[in-house]
C-alpha cells in the first residue's frame, strides 16, 4: 500500500519559457491553457535544455509521435489528445514551479515527467495536493513512487536495477573482483550507489573506493586521480548527463581500466561524444530495439530522422506514458476529471506501447527485466539477454 503523505512562478518566466519553446503541431501546444476547448490537456515537463537536454528532446519527440498517433486514429473519445511541454531544465525548483503551474491550470489532467528522481520527488506533493497523477518515464528511485497514490514511473525500481548491475553485470559477466564507483550527487544517483553497494558485499564483490560528484560538475581529474591511487580493476559510473566526460578524462588521462555505467542507456550521444574512448562500455538495458521486429525499427527509423539521435529507452518509455495515459483518459468515458484519470491509471493494464505489459504494482511502479549491452565498433550490441539469470543460475 502506498504511503499516504501527503508557487506559481512569476508571469514573466512563465511567458519567457512559452517564447523559448517550438511548437509541436496542431494538436500541441507549449503554455498551459492553450490549444481549442474539444482537447484534452496534459502537461509535460522535462529539460529541453541543460545537461540532459538530449533526454528531454527525445521525450519531447516520443510524446510528440505518440500523441498524433492517437490524434490521428480518432483521439480520445471525440476529444484530440494536446500535449503541453515545458523545460523544467534537469532542475528540481524549476520542475516544482511549473508542477504548480499545471495543477493551477484547470484544463491540465495529468503530468508526464520528469526525467529525475530528484524532480519528480519535488513534484509529487503538488500533484498529490490536486489528486492529479504524475506519470514518469525514467524516475526509478524507488521512494518516488511510494511518495503518495499520485505517483507512477514505468522504467521499473532502481534498487532491481543497481542490484543486477551488480551482480550480473560486473561479477557474472564482466568478472570483476575489485571495482571503483563515481556517483552523481542525488536522490537517483544515492538510491543507485547504496543498492549496488548493499547487492556487492551480499555477493562479495570489493568496493575499493567511491566518489560523488554534483551535477554540472567539469572537472573531474580529482576523482580519477583517487580512482588510480586505489587501483580498481573496474570503474562503475552512475549518472546520465556526465558520463560522458567523466569517460573521456578518465582516457585522456592515460587509464585504460575497463568501464562499465548506469543510467544514460544506449545513448547515440554518448558514443558520438566519446568516440574510441567508450568502446568496451557494459551497460544494461531493460529495452532493446530487435532488428527482426519491423515495428520497433520503423518506429527507431522515424524518432531518429525527427530527433536527429538514435533512440533510448528513454525516449521508447516517453513514448509509451504518452499512449499510457491517452488509454487510462479514454477509459474515464465522458467522466474525465483529474482524479478518475489517476485512478484509471492505477488499475490499467496495457500492452498497446513497444516496452511490454504496464500494470502498476501498489507502490505504482513495474518489475523490469535487463539485458546487458556493449559499445563494439562504435555500436551498441547485445550481449546477453533477459534470461541471463537464470543461465548463470543454470551454469551456462
Known sequence: MKKMLSSLGSLVAMLLSVSL????GAAGSNAPGGGEAD???????APLTGANAEFGKGFEVAMTMAM?????????NGKTLELVFQDSKGDAKES???CRQYVDNEDIVAVLGDFTSTACMADAPIVKEAEMA?????ASNPAFTEMNDCTFGIIGKQDADSRYYAHYVLQEYAGVDNVGIIYIESDWGNAAMSNFVDEAGKIGLNIVEMASFVQDEKDFSSIITKMKAANPDHIAIMDQGATSQIINQIRTS?????LSTNGPGTSQQLIDLCGENCEGLLLTTPFFFDPENEKEMAWRD???ERAGFAPTVHSVNAYDCALLISEAIRQCGDDITRENVRDKLAAIDFSGGLTGQIKFDETGSLDRRYIICEIVDGEYVK???????EQVAAGK
Open 68 to 76: 498524433e498517433e492517437v490524434n490521428a486514429a480518432g483521439g480520445i
Open 39 to 45: 482537447s484534452v490537456k496534459v502537461g509535460v515537463l
Open 254 to 258: 592515460g587509464w585504460d581500466v575497463s
Open 21 to 24: 519553446l517550438t511548437a509541436c
Open 383 to 389: 550481449r546477453a539477454g533477459f534470461d541471463y539469470p
Open 96 to 98: 516544482s514551479d511549473l
Open 302 to 304: 522515424e524518432f531518429t
Open 134 to 138: 504524475i506519470l514518469s518515464p525514467t
